[in-house]
């Protein structure tokens, strides 16, 4: 069973929520960070996608043609990491077509997926679905099928299924949930950090053994404990922010050794054939 595995090419600044423009110490980690996540990826002989913000673009297309020459897939992940559901039908479709734009200048291959930042495509901005469809995506991997208190559509499919738009068919890719402690979780970024190894293996193993694939994901910044405190950061931000970031890459190493992933390039067709039409 092949799983899948994508990464939110995004700066620690981006997950923190810092404001753009803001006087803050913004130093840059992603393309340290992305590195190692390569050279783990080479060492297994796995391919990812990764989901890229169009600001982490801009300054270092070299890193993006790297990632693009290595085998892996280059998608959007929008521009600077704003909320879907704050941004107009206009702001999400400029942000859409530069991002799809840029990566596909860079790298010279199509870009056909994207990832709303924070999972962000909610009921309040399923528009965006009919966007991305008329921008030329193929597939969406923004929606949550658990209740956060930033994002999420419960009781949505687990498994990847196709949603009719205005301007055609787009493949929904959602992030594999899993139930802890009676409410919801997903597998990667900061419950892989929270969580034992062996709770989120045996969850994979569990989906792979009923025939299942799990779509994982990470950031770049949960590879090494450069996180700098925002003043303006909530406390439980800048907690989740930096909890057991030590533990990243060997949790990561271990999962990419036992079990199979891909980028979802690789069983983008089977994954199109399989998917059934789901009304949202």
């Known amino acids: 069973m092949k799983n899948i595995f994508t990464i939110d090419c995004e700066e620690w600044f981006h997950g923190a929520g810092v ?3 803001a006087r803050v110490p913004l130093r840059r980690s992603v393309e340290h960070n992305t590195n190692i ?3 783990l990826l080479a060492t297994h002989n796995t391919t990812a996608t990764f989901f890229t913000l169009a600001d982490v673009a ?3 297309p070299n890193l993006i043609k790297l990632i693009s020459n290595a085998g892996h897939e280059v998608a959007s992940h929008g521009y600077q990491h704003n909320f879907v559901y704050r941004l107009t039908p206009q702001e999400f479709t400029h942000t859409v077509q530069y991002s799809k734009q840029l990566l596909q200048d860079i790298t010279g291959k199509p870009v056909v997926g994207y990832r709303a930042p924070y999972f962000s495509i909610t009921k309040q901005s399923l528009w965006a679905l009919d966007i991305l469809a008329e921008c030329g995506y193929t597939y969406d991997a923004s ?5 956060n208190h930033r994002y999420g559509i419960p009781n949505t499919p687990h498994a990847p299924y196709v949603v009719q738009t205005k301007h055609g068919t787009l493949l929904e890719l959602p ?8 409410g919801s979780a997903l597998h990667g970024g900061f419950y892989l950090r929270m969580f034992p190894l062996g709770f989120t293996s045996s969850s994979i193993k569990a989906l792979n053994n009923q025939g299942k694939r799990c779509i994982f994901y990470i950031h770049p910044w949960e590879l090494t404990n450069y996180t700098p ?3 303006y950061s909530s406390q439980f931000l800048r907690w989740r ?12 190493n271990a999962l990419l050794q036992t079990f199979s992933f891909c980028s979802v390039r690789c069983t983008l067709q089977e994954l199109q054939q399989t998917a059934e039409m789901v009304q949202l």
Do not use: Q, W, Y
Not at 143 to 147: E, G, L, R, S
Not at 241 to 252: D, Q, Y
């Open 19 to 21: 404001p753009i423009g």
């Open 37 to 39: 996540l390569l050279e």
């Open 58 to 60: 801009e300054e270092f």
């Open 143 to 147: 929606i949550a099928p658990i209740c």
């Open 175 to 182: 992030i594999t949930p899993h139930k802890v402690l009676g």
């Open 229 to 231: 405190d925002a003043p």
């Open 241 to 252: 922010m930096h909890h057991n970031i030590a533990s990243t890459h060997r949790k990561l």
